[in-house]
């Protein structure tokens, strides 16, 4: 037998292992490759390559000096100084997006969504994800978001009821932090869209409840992120070092695993009492099922017989849809709509302009037809999502060697002209969502103003973006699009409606305070108090309409 000190020595010598074995793929690649052959920024910081540079100035505002500077295809230094690749090039960017077995979500971002989530859509690759999007995908069509939309107008109106007694209670203009009441909005309508949850965000009465806090517990709360939670995010071993962070991820996935698993036997049950009243159980299809839920919908789906078993989800993929429906589910929107208030905030033309437009529609409660049928407030959505995407860029990372196509021919660092990018196994990619969408090259030299009207006639060179939405990348493109897409743009178009007819909005402080900050999702801050977190003030007024 192997004494004590043996068997120490060699669990160390299996740990250092472990960990080296880990850390080679982020060791810089000090072989000449085909990116180091593009011309870039230099290199300011051993560890942190550009990287302190895109948090100082923000994600596109660094991207877009670059690119001015060394051209639409480039290479900058991610952290160790590893290379990182940067293109506006909508044909190399459409040939990254629909090739997702090729160009995979980074192995560190996956590990760390699915530590929390599970293997969700957002987190599983391969044929898990093709699995799951095939069964998921009727759910998020056209005619199901259209049955959900009374649950998005719904919930618009009970904030904007909060915000009307918070302007009776104060005075008006009444200075209300937009961003508080949003993400509560959105969070309520994941909840009952979703899987028919009560959150009860916005009642101000409402009980509490598990689902609620470890919601919260997992997402909402502004954390520090220590040396040891980045170590944990490369080197998954470390995870048997336990802290607090730690215990409160745990406890609080652990607590949305079982309210999961609940809802779904409850869902199952009753679709198993529908089904048990059918004559012709056994010739159901998806095409015939409805349901009153995305989840009840999902469960439908994954037991009708059009449907080969071997295609069917597990239930421990259907259970990782639950979390990831509460966190892509309304964090998204409720951003994007933030954001709207603060641009129609410095547009009071636009801002009255659509007013008129939404006074047209008769009715407080508009169906999904009747806000579609808007083509003004189209345009302002369009027109916010292009300006203030939520999601500011994504990463992709080379699963082998391959040769990227491009539109645009470009000169590398030794002057040479090529009309392809060269990637190597593990190279990554940035997806620049917000420097194309900003782009003066797409939409003319007034791309960074606000301009709803520029959707009444879309300039020629944006048809080549390769977005699922409005040659757009807010949503990104190819089999990894944002399948929520539709659900987002609808629940937008609900709360604008019943916002904007009924309050005028103003920004509280000057534009300048205004600073967007990403955490995965870009969100307004203020200078002058960034450690208060994420907060948009505003002056809100009930408007009154002159007959």
Not at 29 to 50: C, D, E, I, Q
Not at 205 to 228: M, S, V, Y
Not at 341 to 364: I, W
Not at 485 to 508: C, H, N, Q
């Amino acid at each position: 037998m192997l004494s004590i000190a043996a068997t120490v020595l060699l669990s160390a010598f299996t740990f250092i292992g472990v960990v080296l074995w880990k850390a080679w793929r982020l060791i810089p690649r000090w072989t000449p490759t085909a990116l180091k052959n593009l011309r870039g920024p230099p290199s300011p910081h051993w560890f942190y390559g550009n990287m302190q540079e895109i948090k100082e100035e923000g994600d596109a505002v660094a991207l877009e000096r670059w690119i001015a500077e060394y051209g639409t295809t480039l290479k900058y230094k991610s952290s160790l100084n590893n290379d990182r690749l940067l293109t506006l090039d909508t044909r190399a960017l459409n040939h990254v997006l629909t090739h997702s077995a090729d160009y995979q979500k980074p192995e560190v971002s996956r590990s760390q969504l699915a530590r929390v989530l599970g293997e969700g859509v957002l987190s599983a690759e391969g044929e898990q994800h093709r699995r799951q999007r095939r069964i998921m995908n009727p759910a998020f069509g056209p005619a199901q978001i259209r049955e959900l939309t009374h649950v998005f107008v719904q919930k618009a109106i009970e904030l904007r009821d909060v915000w009307d007694a918070q302007v009776a209670q104060d005075g008006t203009p009444a200075r209300i932090d937009v961003v508080k009441g949003l993400t509560k909005m959105t969070l309520d309508v994941i909840g009952l869209a979703g899987f028919g949850f009560h959150f009860d965000a916005l009642n101000p009465k409402g009980k509490p409840n598990e689902l609620f806090e470890a919601f919260q517990e997992l997402f909402l709360p502004d954390r520090k992120i220590t040396t040891l939670m980045i170590l944990k995010s490369f080197f998954p071993i470390l995870n048997i070092i336990p802290d607090e962070e730690s215990r409160r991820v745990y406890h609080a996935r652990d607590v949305m695993r079982r309210i999961g698993k609940q809802l779904i036997a409850e869902k199952k049950a009753q679709i198993q009492r529908e089904l048990s009243g059918q004559k012709e159980k056994d010739r159901v299809k998806r095409g015939d099922l409805q349901g009153r839920d995305l989840l009840t919908l999902l469960l439908k789906a994954n037991v009708a017989t059009d449907v080969p078993e071997s295609q069917r989800l597990s239930d421990e993929d259907v259970l990782a849809q639950v979390p990831t429906f509460i966190a892509a589910g309304h964090d998204t929107t409720s951003t994007g709509t933030t954001w709207c208030l603060y641009a129609l905030s410095q547009a009071p033309e636009v801002q009255t302009k659509l007013r008129e437009e939404l006074f047209t529609v008769e009715t407080d409660t508009p169906t999904m037809d009747e806000l579609n049928g808007l083509p003004y407030l189209d345009c302002v959505v369009r027109e916010t999502l292009r300006l203030h995407a939520p999601v500011p860029v994504t990463m992709r990372v080379a699963t082998k060697d391959d040769v990227i196509p491009a539109n645009e021919p470009f000169t590398d660092r030794f002057g040479q002209v090529q009309d392809s990018i060269r990637v190597s196994r593990g190279s990554s990619i940035l997806i620049p969502i917000l420097a194309l969408n900003r782009s003066k090259t797409f939409w003319g030299e007034d791309a960074l103003e606000f301009k709803p009207e520029r959707w009444q006639s879309t300039p020629d060179a944006a048809a080549s973006v390769p977005g699922v939405w409005s040659h757009l990348l807010t949503f990104i493109g190819g089999p990894r699009a944002c399948i929520g897409y539709r659900f987002s743009i609808v629940e937008m178009k609900a709360l604008i409606f019943v916002l904007v007819r009924t309050f005028e909005f103003a920004l509280a402080v000057s534009p300048e305070e205004v600073q967007a900050k990403t955490s995965v999702v870009q969100r307004p801050v203020l200078r002058s108090t960034p450690e208060q977190g994420n907060q948009l003030p505003m002056l809100v007024k009930r408007y009154t309409r002159k007959e």
